[in-house]
C-alpha cells in the first residue's frame, strides 16, 4: 500500500517524533551521564537531539547523533 499523494515527499508528516535515553559525554571534563533526548524517526533513520549543562564542571552543550 503507498502513502497518499498529499504526503510523499512530506518530511513531517512521514516521521515519528519522540523521547529516549542516551549516554551523552562532556567534551570538556569528560562526564559521562544519561540524559531524555528528542529523537525523530524518518525514513529509516532515527536523528537525535539535546541541550544539557555538565553537572561536574556547569559547562552548556549540545550533542546530537543518529542511528
Known sequence: ?????????DTIATSN???ATQEV???TCGNLQEME???DY???ET???V???????DVSHTTEGWY
Open 1 to 9: 500500500m503507498s502513502e497518499p499523494m498529499y504526503m510523499q515527499g
Open 17 to 19: 517524533t519522540g523521547y
Open 42 to 44: 524518518s525514513h529509516g
Open 37 to 39: 533526548v528528542q529523537e
Open 47 to 49: 536523528t537525535w537531539y
Open 51 to 57: 541541550e544539557w549543562s555538565c553537572p561536574k564542571c
Open 25 to 27: 559525554e562532556c567534551t
